[in-house]
């Protein structure tokens, strides 16, 4: 498992109430960028990456994912519509499948708020690292 999945699995498994509240999803997108009018759009582009045969709970964290990566592609000035932009895309959903499947296999308890936010903010860590892949770190080196 790469260390990415292993300290989103750590972070979904940390147990609640250490004085530590999570808002919810809807909160953190408010206080983490403002949506702009193109953000539905693409999110319904990038919904066709969602598998059919998910259940509804992992959809849901699915799509909260995808919801992170447009976040972070608005923030980074990154098209949806590019290949090597989408490219991010199906291993993203793959990491958070992989993370769910192992809380499930574990019966381990975790909050699915807690689960949702810790899925948005993968998606915008994974549009950040891609920026600095596909662009950023060329510019400085």
């Not at 999945?5 to 999570?22: F, T």
């Not at 059919?52 to 699915?62: G, K, S």
């Amino acid at each position: 498992m790469n260390p990415d999945k292993r300290e989103l699995l750590s972070l979904i498994l940390r147990p609640a109430g250490r004085g530590q509240e999570v808002a919810t999803v809807e909160e953190r997108v408010r206080e983490k960028a403002q949506p702009r009018p193109e953000f539905d759009e693409w999110l319904q582009a990038l919904q066709s990456f969602l598998p059919a045969d998910a259940d509804e709970e992992l959809t849901d964290y699915l799509r909260h994912a995808l919801m992170g990566v447009v976040v972070g592609f608005g923030d980074r000035h990154l098209s949806p519509y590019l290949d090597q932009h989408r490219a991010i895309i199906p291993p993203l959903l793959a990491d958070i499948g992989a993370v769910y499947g192992q809380a499930k296999a574990a019966d381990a308890e975790y909050s699915r708020e807690g689960f949702r936010f810790r899925a948005y903010d993968y998606g915008i860590h994974k549009a950040y690292y891609l920026d600095w892949s596909l662009y950023l770190s060329r510019d400085l080196y």
